[in-house]
């Protein structure tokens, strides 16, 4: 083992998971903010996941906005496909998802 964190993002590949989001919610949202790595996680929510999403920049919640389940699942296949292998996001709260 080399001491690296399974699922660690290439910077390349956090910039098309930026698009994804942009792409699959809305254009005009702050998505470098709200889409971060976890070691760029202020408040340390999942610090073992591939990323973080912060909805307080506008991304709809599934809880509050079930209408958004869609466009989740369609990030997630896309994502997916876009890694090579099967991921899901996890609420963590009415703010905050993490990916796996």
Do not use: H
């Not at 909805?55 to 958004?68: L, T």
């Not at 389940?69 to 996890?90: N, P």
């Amino acid at each position: 083992m080399n001491g690296k964190k399974e699922g660690v993002l290439t910077k390349e590949q956090l910039l098309e998971i930026r698009k994804i989001f942009k792409k699959t919610f809305e254009p005009g949202l702050d998505y470098e903010k709200s889409v971060r790595l976890p070691e760029d996680d202020t408040g340390g929510w999942a610090p073992q996941s591939i990323l973080v999403v912060y909805k307080e920049y506008g991304i709809p919640d599934r809880y509050y906005f079930p209408q958004s389940y869609k466009k989740w699942d369609a990030a997630e296949v896309e994502i997916s496909a876009l890694l090579g292998r099967e991921v899901y996001f996890e609420d963590i709260n009415g703010a905050v998802s993490a990916l796996y």
